[in-house]
C-alpha cells in the first residue's frame, strides 16, 4: 500500500487565492464596489472571511491585487500568443499606425464591463487612500506607460519623431484625453475618437521639414 500523501497546501492556497479574486471582480463588476463587502467576497469564493484578512488588510488591497492577477494573466495570453514573444506596443514602422493599434485596445478594454468597475473602483479608491493610490500607478500603469516611452524613443531614433520631444509628456497626449473622457463620461469612447487622439497628437510630434 502506497504511503498516504499530504494535500498539497501551496495548490490549496493558489486555488483559494484565485477563487478570491475572481469573486472579488465579479462581485463589484455586479454590485459596485460600495456594496461589495468581505463577508460577500468570502461567500463567493467558497472560503472563510479570517482566510481574507490573513492575506489582504482591506478589499481594497484584495481588488487591487486581483486586478494586477488579471493584467498578469492577460499579458502571457498576449506573449504566448505573438510570434516573437514580446510584449508591448508594437514596431511596425509606421508610429501611427502602430499607436491607432494599441489606442484603440485601450478604448476596448476600458468599455470591457469586466474592467471597467473595478478599474474606476481603484481609480477612485487611491484618490482617497495615497498608499493605494501609489501601488495602483507603480504595478499597474508605469509599466504600461513605459510601453508608450520605448515605442516614441524608437521613432525618435528612426528620425520619425522630434528629437527635442519629451517621450513621457507626448504620451499623456495620448492617453490622457482616453481617461478624461472614459473617467468623466463626458462623450462616448469610441474607436473613432482614438484615432483622432492619435491624428491630434502626431501634429505636433512629427519632424517635418
Same mark, same amino acid.
Given at each position: 500500500?502506497?504511503?498516504?500523501?499530504?494535500?498539497?497546501?501551496?495548490?490549496?492556497?493558489?486555488?483559494?487565492?484565485?477563487?478570491?479574486?475572481?469573486?472579488?471582480?465579479?462581485?463589484?463588476?455586479?454590485?459596485?464596489?460600495?456594496?461589495?463587502?468581505?463577508?460577500?467576497?468570502?461567500?463567493?469564493?467558497?472560503?472563510?472571511?479570517?482566510?481574507?484578512?490573513?492575506?489582504?488588510?482591506?478589499?481594497?488591497?484584495?481588488?487591487?491585487?486581483? +486586478?494586477?492577477?488579471?493584467?498578469? #494573466?492577460?499579458? /502571457?495570453?498576449?506573449?504566448?500568443?505573438?510570434?516573437?514573444?514580446?510584449?508591448?506596443? @508594437?514596431?511596425?514602422?509606421?508610429?501611427?499606425?502602430?499607436?491607432?493599434?494599441?489606442? *484603440?485596445?485601450?478604448?476596448?478594454? $476600458?468599455?470591457?464591463?469586466?474592467?471597467?468597475? @473595478?478599474? #474606476?473602483?481603484?481609480?477612485?479608491?487611491?484618490?482617497?487612500?495615497?498608499?493605494?493610490?501609489?501601488? +495602483?500607478?507603480?504595478? $499597474?500603469? /508605469?509599466?504600461?506607460?513605459? $510601453?508608450? &516611452?520605448? #515605442?516614441?524613443?524608437?521613432?525618435? /531614433?528612426?528620425?520619425?519623431?522630434?528629437?527635442?520631444?519629451?517621450?513621457?509628456?507626448?504620451? /499623456?497626449?495620448?492617453?490622457?484625453?482616453?481617461?478624461?473622457?472614459?473617467? $468623466? #463620461?463626458?462623450?462616448?469612447?469610441?474607436?473613432?475618437?482614438?484615432?483622432? &487622439?492619435?491624428?491630434?497628437?502626431?501634429?505636433?510630434? +512629427?519632424? *517635418? @521639414?
Amino acid at each position: 500500500m502506497s504511503p498516504h500523501k499530504a494535500p498539497d497546501s501551496s495548490r490549496r492556497s493558489d486555488r483559494s487565492r484565485r477563487a478570491i479574486h475572481d469573486a472579488a471582480l465579479a462581485l463589484v463588476g455586479e454590485v459596485g464596489y460600495a456594496r461589495t463587502t468581505i463577508e460577500g467576497i468570502a461567500a463567493r469564493a467558497g472560503v472563510g472571511k479570517q482566510t481574507i484578512y490573513r492575506w489582504w488588510p482591506s478589499k481594497a488591497a484584495v481588488l487591487m491585487d486581483a +486586478f494586477l492577477d488579471m493584467n498578469a #494573466r492577460q499579458a /502571457e495570453g498576449v506573449e504566448e500568443a505573438g510570434a516573437d514573444g514580446g510584449y508591448g506596443i @508594437p514596431d511596425t514602422g509606421d508610429l501611427a499606425a502602430d499607436l491607432r493599434l494599441v489606442l *484603440r485596445a485601450t478604448v476596448d478594454e $476600458l468599455n470591457d464591463p469586466a474592467t471597467e468597475a @473595478p478599474t #474606476r473602483a481603484l481609480a477612485a479608491e487611491g484618490i482617497i487612500d495615497p498608499a493605494l493610490g501609489a501601488q +495602483f500607478v507603480e504595478n $499597474l500603469l /508605469e509599466p504600461q506607460l513605459q $510601453l508608450y &516611452v520605448t #515605442r516614441l524613443r524608437a521613432a525618435q /531614433e528612426a528620425g520619425e519623431v522630434r528629437a527635442d520631444i519629451d517621450p513621457r509628456i507626448a504620451l /499623456e497626449l495620448l492617453v490622457a484625453p482616453l481617461t478624461h473622457r472614459w473617467l $468623466l #463620461r463626458t462623450l462616448p469612447l469610441t474607436h473613432a475618437y482614438a484615432d483622432a &487622439v492619435v491624428d491630434h497628437t502626431l501634429r505636433g510630434l +512629427f519632424d *517635418r @521639414p
